[in-house]
T-cell receptor, first 115, second 109 residues
Framework: GAGVSQSPRYKVAKRGQDVALRCDPISGHVSLFWYQQALGQGPEFLTYFQNEAQLDKSGLPSDRFFAERPEGSVSTLKIQRTQQEDSAVYLC?????????????FGPGTRLTVL | SQQGEEDPQALSIQEGENATMNCSYKTSINNLQWYRQNSGRGLVHLILIRSNEREKHSGRLRVTLDTSKKSSSLLITASRAADTASYFCATLSAPKIIFGKGTRLHILP
């Protein structure tokens, strides 16, 4: 079966541009996560959805970052007025349920480069 | 913030040798996980060890956990070229995962 997919895989933006990153989770997965991974670092949590509800957005670094999952499936992470420090790989993950021990399955990521 | 700290940051070994990576963490945990990340398959969950377990095996992987020292180790036996990747330990602060900075493992032919 299909895993988590993300698009685009690569994105180059000029500083100040807005970008939108898409995540298609595994069908039927209730939970969806976004992580940011800077070069040479581990992924860091950004935000979490349970179905369409955004239950935790504590990791979003600024109000320029916005995520949505309006129908409880596909999610979009939007970054407004991109800055060079936003350059990173953005990973999406989904899990079957909201429980503590549900394994998260990761997508291939979108590599964002801000010039 | 990152919970785990892997050691070493980078490791190069000959194919066939064993690779050992260590992880220290800061707070109490219910379980600890190890992940592998390479360009081919992305970030993949390898193994989970619960706080009441001391050792766990999966194929060529052996994970230990010492909750008194807040540390874990990952041993890969009989390494292969395909094991070249970054390895992360991670803890769960439900529902999010908190990753360490990773160990970059390179298997030399």
């Amino acid at each position: 079966g299909a895993g988590v997919s993300q698009s685009p895989r690569y994105k180059v933006a000029k500083r100040g541009q807005d970008v939108a990153l898409r995540c298609d989770p595994i069908s039927g997965h209730v939970s969806l996560f976004w992580y940011q991974q800077a070069l040479g670092q581990g992924p860091e949590f950004l935000t979490y959805f349970q179905n369409e509800a955004q239950l935790d957005k504590s990791g979003l670094p600024s109000d320029r970052f916005f995520a949505e999952r309006p129908e409880g499936s596909v999610s979009t992470l939007k970054i407004q007025r991109t800055q060079q420090e936003d350059s990173a790989v953005y990973l999406c993950a989904s899990s079957l349920g909201p429980g503590t021990y549900n394994e998260q399955f990761f997508g291939p990521g979108t590599r964002l480069t801000v010039l | 913030s990152q919970q785990g700290e892997e050691d070493p940051q980078a490791l190069s070994i000959q194919e066939g040798e064993n690779a050992t990576m260590n992880c220290s963490y800061k707070t109490s945990i219910n379980n600890l996980q190890w992940y592998r990340q390479n360009s081919g398959r992305g970030l993949v969950h390898l193994i989970l060890i619960r706080s009441n377990e001391r050792e766990k095996h999966s194929g060529r992987l052996r994970v230990t956990l010492d909750t008194s020292k807040k540390s874990s180790s990952l041993l890969i036996t009989a390494s292969r070229a395909a094991d070249t990747a970054s390895y992360f330990c991670a803890t769960l602060s439900a529902p999010k995962i908190i990753f360490g900075k990773g160990t970059r493992l390179h298997i030399l032919p």
